[in-house]
């Protein structure tokens, strides 16, 4: 298994707090990424990054920012969660972009009430 | 329409059954393509990945890209109770740096 470590895995919640959720790897890729999953919709790209303190936006990145200060870290942050958010969020990560494919960790579920 | 097409199933086969699970798309630029499967309160786990057109076999598995008409195929010969997960395709163009999804197909192999 690649060496995905998603914290928390379960996380509830109310509306308007804020909320992280950590991704922490151990093979030293450079491209990470945060992903959710919803019913029908697959999944969806929420931001990536390209190296430390570099980042950009995926498809669906309005409520959310994100935090590369290591190689080895990527957090994501929800500033005041609503309950549109409520998901489940999956970290990945590849060595390089487009021609690799990702690894995927098992996944944080977060519930917004 | 979505980019990518995939039946959520779910598909319900007899153990030792050949399974194909197909996806379409609608974007001539991919050109990287995986499948992965996923089981239940799992992360997607990587299966499959290919580049262009062609066929790909790995023990019981088999996936197939046919470019010309946007069509991928898996196909899991033998199948057995613990291939039942939801399996996802996906697809990538050179440079990009996103993934594009399908919705993903349950499987369910009964003993």
């Known amino acids: 298994d690649a060496g995905i470590t998603q914290s928390p895995r379960h996380k509830v919640t109310e509306t308007g707090t804020p909320v992280t959720l950590r991704c922490h790897q151990t093979?030293?890729?450079?491209?990470m990424y945060w992903y959710r999953q919803d019913p029908g919709h697959g999944l969806r790209l929420i931001h990536y990054?390209?190296?430390?303190?570099?980042?950009d936006k995926g498809e669906v990145s309005d409520g959310y920012s994100v935090s590369r200060s290591k190689t080895e870290d990527f957090l994501l942050t929800l500033e005041s969660a609503t309950s549109s958010q409520t998901s489940v969020y999956f970290c990945?990560?590849?060595?390089?972009?487009?021609?690799?494919?990702?690894?995927f960790g098992d996944g944080t579920r977060l519930s917004i009430l | 329409q979505k980019e990518v097409e995939q039946d959520p199933g779910p598909l319900s086969v007899p153990e030792g059954a050949i399974v194909s699970l197909n996806c379409t798309y609608s974007?001539?630029?991919?050109?990287?393509f995986m499948w992965y499967r996923q089981y239940s309160r799992k992360g997607p786990e990587l299966l499959m990945y290919?580049?262009?057109?062609g066929n790909k076999e790995d023990g019981r598995f088999t996936a197939q890209v046919d470019k010309s008409s946007k069509y991928i195929s898996l196909f899991i010969r033998d199948s057995q109770p613990s291939d039942s997960a939801t399996y996802l395709c996906?697809?990538?163009?050179?440079?990009?740096?996103?993934?594009?999804f399908g919705s993903g197909t349950r499987l369910q192999v009964q003993p």
């Open positions: 990945a990560i590849s060595e390089s972009i487009g021609n690799q494919p990702q690894h």
């Open positions: 093979e030293n890729h450079r491209y």
């Open positions: 974007n001539s630029a991919f050109q990287y």
């Open positions: 990054s390209y190296g430390v303190k570099d980042t």
């Open positions: 290919t580049y262009s057109s």
């Open positions: 996906a697809m990538s163009e050179t440079g990009r740096r996103a993934l594009t």
